[in-house]
T-cell receptor
Framework: EAGVAQSPRYKIIEKRQSVAFWCNPISGHATLYWYQQILGQGPKLLIQFQNNGVVDDSQLPKDRFSAERLKGVDSTLKIQPAKLEDSAVYLC???????????FGPGTRLTVL | DAKTTQPTSMDCAEGRAANLPCNHSTISGNEYVYWYRQIHSQGPQYIIHGLKNNETNEMASLIITEDRKSSTLILPHATLRDTAVYYCIRLGSARQLTFGSGTQLTVLP
């Protein structure tokens, strides 16, 4: 079974630039999550999708972050414009309806200069 | 608010059992205890979960106290590849993981 795929693995941008991350969940997983992990901290949930609908985006900084999952499969997370404090690893995870175990991708490490 | 308390770091000798404690004194009756680990530069990996009873799988054992206020994750024969940050998480009906800072387990040769 293929795992959760994310790209790119690394990204370096300057502040005020835009960036987008892509996630392909495990086939058949209806629920998709985006997390932000700042160095030295545990991951923090940004947004949760069920199929192509948003379940929870209460911790997503909506003035600069956006996410979509148009066909209920792949998802993109965008930051526009980026700030220095957005430097972090962005993790995507997915889970099925039947079990609560979340499977995580390898993450995208973002550095904002 | 992670709502669990774990030691910041622990060491364990290779081949010995690693016992990682977690305090969750305010856990609700419908909340499960989940354990994940995160090896350096990788995404978190599910280990095990439980509600009331002790659980065991191919990776670890989970011992939950009778009052459910604390639990212990046991890696029976730790290897160098078990060096990671271990997270103890309470999971309710919303099925959302709230990670704390976890315990950095270092397995020593």
């Amino acid at each position: 079974e293929a795992g959760v795929a994310q790209s790119p693995r690394y990204k370096i941008i300057e502040k005020r630039q835009s960036v987008a991350f892509w996630c392909n969940p495990i086939s058949g997983h209806a629920t998709l999550y985006w997390y932000q992990q700042i160095l030295g901290q545990g991951p923090k949930l940004l947004i949760q999708f069920q199929n192509n609908g948003v379940v929870d985006d209460s911790q997503l900084p909506k003035d600069r972050f956006s996410a979509e999952r148009l066909k209920g499969v792949d998802s993109t997370l965008k930051i526009q414009p980026a700030k220095l404090e957005d430097s972090a690893v962005y993790l995507c995870a997915s889970s099925s309806i039947l079990v609560s175990e979340q499977f995580f991708g390898p993450g995208t490490r973002l550095t904002v200069l | 608010d992670a709502k669990t308390t774990q030691p910041t770091s622990m060491d364990c000798a290779e081949g010995r059992a690693a016992n990682l404690p977690c305090n969750h004194s305010t856990i609700s009756g419908n909340e499960y205890v989940y354990w994940y680990r995160q090896i350096h530069s990788q995404g978190p990996q599910y280990i095990i979960h439980g509600l009331k009873n002790n659980e065991t799988n191919e990776m670890a054992s989970l011992i939950i106290t009778e009052d459910r206020k604390s639990s212990t994750l046991i890696l029976p024969h730790a290897t160098l590849r078990d060096t990671a940050v271990y997270y103890c998480i309470r999971l309710g009906s919303a099925r959302q993981l709230t990670f704390g800072s976890g315990t950095q387990l270092t397995v020593l040769p």
